[in-house]
């Protein structure tokens, strides 16, 4: 039988612990006069381009810390999707 915390290893990482993994680079920004801050994710970004409700579930508890996200989209030669967060 698996165990509880082998389930959530599996299951992924919580909103809680996917906002945290961003607090580095919103702290570089901040110190260095920033507003906002463009961060490659890996994962929310198909998360905010599928616009799924695990995307829509960060949106709001990025908001209820006082910040705005989204998505940032840029085609040409490549395709660039970033985390676009305002504060």
């Known amino acids: 039988?698996?165990?509880?915390?082998?389930?959530?290893?599996?299951?992924?990482?919580?909103?809680?612990?996917?906002?945290?993994?961003?607090?580095?680079?919103?702290?570089?920004?901040?110190?260095?006069?920033?507003?906002?801050v463009l961060v490659y994710h890996g994962k929310?970004?198909?998360?905010?381009?599928?616009?799924?409700?695990?995307?829509?579930d960060f949106v709001k508890y990025m908001q209820g810390l006082g910040f705005k996200v989204s998505l940032h989209y840029n085609e040409s030669q490549f395709v660039d999707m970033r985390l676009r967060i305002e504060w």
Request: charge should be neutral; glycine fraction near 2%.
């Open 1 to 36: 039988m698996i165990t509880a915390k082998e389930a959530r290893e599996l299951s992924g990482p919580t909103i809680q612990e996917e906002a945290l993994s961003l607090d580095p680079h919103i702290r570089k920004a901040a110190e260095n006069k920033e507003r906002k």
């Open 44 to 56: 929310l970004e198909n998360e905010a381009y599928s616009n799924t409700q695990r995307w829509k």
